[in-house]
Each structure stands twice: as C-alpha cells, then as structure tokens.
C-alpha cells in the first residue's frame, strides 16, 4: 500500500475512524460514514445516481456491472433490488445497519497490511474484534491533505471534500484534527461541504456526506428518546 490514493473512500473512513491503538471505533456514528462513503463511490463509479422527485433525491442505480468490491457490490444489489425508491439518507440508514459493515472493511484493510486483527472478550464475556493500525503512513498523509484543504483557502480535490464531509457529519473529524483548527475554519468546513463549484456524481457525492448527518443525526435523535422514555 503506497498512500491514501490507493484506498476507496469507505476505506479511507474506515481508517480516520479507528483509534490507531486501539484499533476501536472513535465515534458512535461511525458506520453512518462508512455508508455514506460506501454510496459515494458507487456514485463516482457511476453505478448510482440521483433523481430529483418531488423535491427528494432518490437514489437509484444507474448501472449494475459488479465493481469486484464485494462490500460495493452488496449495497448495489441491496438498493437495485427494494421494492421501492428511497432517498439517499434513507439508504445511507439502510446501509449503516448491515451486519459487520465495519468489520468487513477493516479485514480488506488488514489483508493490505494497515490493520491487524486482534481478538478479545470484553469483560471476559463477550467477544470483540480490534483493529489496530500497523502502518500508519497513508492515513498520516490523509490527515495532512485534510488539515491543508481546511487551513487553506485555495482549491480542495473532490474527493478529499467528500471525506472531510462525511468525517464531520459523523463527528470523526475531531478526532483527527485539531479542534483549534476545526474552530476556527467553520466556514472553510462549511464551504467544502457546499462545493458548489463541482457538478456530476462528485457533487451527489458531496451531497451523500450531508445525507449521513441526517441518517446519524436521525439515529441519535431516536436512541435519545428511546433512553429517556
């Protein structure tokens, strides 16, 4: 594995989302960023796409050829075949609740040589998988592209858009970067999420990011009400 150019986007928020020691997920939201990851690169690969309909954006397939990723391949499948049309939230929900949806991902990361598998009980009851890091270097120079796109004011690639987006609406972002940083760039922050200056599938992309805030927002506004009930 050379460098972060090399992963998918769901990879890439797979590894922003693990503590590196601890090979654990940083955040409660995490599976909602690696769903919407996950349709973002569907997305990019235009087997997805988005349709206005009654003011909804539903996301539908726009081409079913299999991608050779398995975890793609199985969302592809799971949104072409519903009997009905959902929006992108509604499938970034969908998609965030598949069984070992982040454990299936950090096991392609480990097969490259990233993570490592380490098995445990958690109280001496219950089993638990980590992953902890091994080598750190792709995910060092993401964070470096993503602190110089948010620090800057100058042209940000798209894809590193799409990331910074998802990390932020899943509340991973803080845990990344600086919070100095993030307090200080809101309207930067605010300005990658928008990016109005791209168009196509990077720009549903963008917008499956923000679909995730609603999807985990939604989520945490549940399990809130269902703790306090």
């Not at 690969?45 to 050829?65: D, F, I, Q």
């Not at 792709?138 to 100058?154: F, H, K, S, Y």
């Not at 590193?160 to 922050?189: F, M, N, S």
């Not at 549903?204 to 805030?213: G, L, N, R, W, Y």
């Amino acid at each position: 594995m050379k460098d972060y150019t090399d992963l998918l986007l769901h990879e890439q928020v797979l590894l922003l989302g693990l503590h590196d020691e601890k090979g654990t997920a940083n955040s409660a939201l995490f599976s909602y960023g690696i769903a919407g990851a996950a349709v973002s690169d569907l997305l990019l690969m235009g087997r997805l796409r988005v349709e206005e309909s009654r003011r909804k954006k539903m996301l539908v397939v726009a081409k079913s050829t299999p991608t050779g990723v398995p975890l793609l391949d199985e969302c592809l499948t799971r949104i072409g075949s519903a009997r009905r049309r959902a929006t992108v939230s509604t499938w970034v929900g969908r998609l965030a609740s598949m069984r070992n949806l982040n454990g299936r991902v950090a096991e392609r990361l480990r097969q490259v040589g990233l993570l490592r598998k380490e098995e445990g009980r958690f109280l001496l009851i219950f089993p638990r998988v980590r992953y902890p890091t091994v080598n750190p270097n792709p995910e060092q120079r993401l964070v470096e592209a993503m602190r110089t796109a948010i620090a800057e004011d100058g042209d940000v690639d798209p894809k590193i858009a799409i990331v910074i987006a998802l990390t932020r609406a899943t509340r991973i972002l803080p845990h990344v970067l600086d919070k100095e940083l993030l307090g200080a760039r809101k309207q930067r922050l605010e300005a990658i999420g928008r990016m109005d200056t791209v168009a196509g599938a990077t720009k549903e992309a963008i917008d499956a990011a923000q679909a995730a805030m609603i999807a985990a927002t939604t989520a945490t506004l549940v399990a809130t009400s269902v703790a306090t009930s």
